[in-house]
Each structure stands twice: as structure tokens, then as C-alpha cells.
């Protein structure tokens, strides 16, 4: 597994810190390992031995300590893109460990519940990865034309707001009466449905299931 290096230019007792830090980090571990990636970017951040990019590094340092943890330098979670997300939570709770006491247990209480929630982040997109395979395997096999590919892609993607044929005609670029045309073709075939309570307007939304075998659309 890769080392970490001191970085080179610092002060003396910034130097002697720094190489405090990296003597524990490429140690053998005593800490559990989620407690010891939540120490590494706590206190690499805390050193700022860099002018720029010290939030950068604390949280790779943080994602190594992860990998070193599992085992594997692959992970379908990403802890930077969460912190990144939480921006502002993030900077609070550090300024909040730093200024008082560095009573670091309010730091690992927020640093392990924003690594829960960057896995269920993850577990949720590769469900809707995987809702949106499973749901091309079917249609992938139909003659269907550009503009409702398109659409039904952007459905997909979890587009927001009711699909109604209106907006179908926007996201196509097409004519009212191609976007019903469309529109009624795909419910035929049982790859949308009316929505529930649509109000004033009509609106669509994909089906939970394909037809079966015998062409019925599924509920």
C-alpha cells in the first residue's frame, strides 16, 4: 500500500507535527478503521501544511484510510462527493472541533454518518443504474423512435414534475399532436401509464412493470 510523504518548506514544529502524523498513518493500525479515517482527515486538515488544497488531500487521506479498511482501492461510495454535498455542515463541524476543546467525538459522530449517508447514496444510484437497465432490456428489443427514447430516458433520470404532453413536446422537440401520438403508442404497449390524480392536465408515468408474454401491461 502506498506511503504518504511529508511535503517539503514547512516550519519546524509544523515539520515535526506533520511527520507525527504521517509516523501514524503509515503505522500499523490500533484504531478501528473508520475511527482512523476520520482521525487522518481531522487531523491533516488541522496541520494545513499546504497554502491551497488541504481540503482536497484530508479528504484522499480520509478515502485511503477507507480503502486500507477494505482492503480493495475499489469502492462504490464516495465519502469526497458526500462531504462535498455537505458542504457547509462540514465547515461548521470542523470549526466547531477546532475552536473548542479538539474533543474529536462530535467530528466522528458527523464524519460516520455522512459516510452512511454517502452508501446509501451510492446503493441508491446503482438502483436506479440498475432499474434502468432492467427496464432497456425489455423496451431496448421495441421499435421505438428517437424522440420517445429520449423522453423515456429522461424519465429514467428521474426527471421532476408531472410528464404531461405538453413538457413531452418541449423535451422532444415536436408537435403537440406527435407528443400525444407518441405518447398514447407507449401506453398501448404498456411502457407508461396514466397518472393517479393528475389534476387539470393528463399527465404519464413510466409503468412498474413490462407486459407480460400474453402483451398485458403489468401494474
Excluded at 423512435?145 to 424519465?155: C, E, F, I, P, T
Excluded at 421532476?160 to 403508442?185: H, P, Q, Y
Excluded at 397518472?195 to 412493470?209: C, E, F, I, K, P
Aim: contains cysteine; glycine residues 8%; charged residues 25%.
Amino acid at each position: 500500500m502506498r506511503r504518504l510523504a511529508c511535503p517539503c518548506g514547512e516550519s519546524p514544529p509544523l515539520a515535526a507535527e506533520t511527520g507525527r502524523f504521517l509516523d501514524w498513518v503509515n503505522g500499523p493500525p490500533v484504531e478501528p478503521p473508520l475511527v482512523r479515517a476520520g482521525l487522518a482527515h481531522l487531523w491533516f486538515v488541522t496541520l494545513h501544511p499546504f497554502d491551497d488544497g488541504n481540503g482536497r488531500i484530508a479528504r484522499a487521506i480520509g478515502d485511503l484510510m477507507l480503502a486500507r479498511a477494505d482492503g480493495s482501492s475499489q469502492r462504490f461510495y464516495s465519502l469526497s462527493a458526500q462531504i462535498r454535498r455537505e458542504r457547509n455542515a462540514y465547515y461548521d463541524i470542523l470549526e466547531r472541533t477546532q475552536k473548542d476543546s479538539m474533543d474529536v467525538t462530535p467530528w466522528l459522530a458527523w464524519f460516520f454518518d455522512t459516510l452512511l449517508r454517502a452508501v446509501q447514496q451510492a446503493h441508491a444510484t446503482l438502483g436506479e443504474v440498475l432499474a434502468k437497465a432492467q427496464f432497456w432490456r425489455h423496451w431496448g428489443m421495441q421499435a421505438l423512435h428517437a424522440r420517445q427514447v429520449k423522453v423515456l430516458n429522461r424519465l429514467l433520470d428521474g426527471f421532476e414534475g408531472k410528464l404531461t404532453s405538453s413538457k413531452w413536446a418541449a423535451i422532444a422537440k415536436c408537435s403537440a399532436d406527435t407528443a400525444l401520438r407518441d405518447i398514447n403508442d407507449l401506453v398501448a404497449r404498456g411502457a407508461l401509464r396514466k397518472a393517479v390524480g393528475g389534476g387539470r392536465s393528463t399527465s404519464y408515468v413510466l409503468n412498474d412493470a413490462p407486459p407480460d408474454a400474453h402483451g398485458r401491461a403489468g401494474h
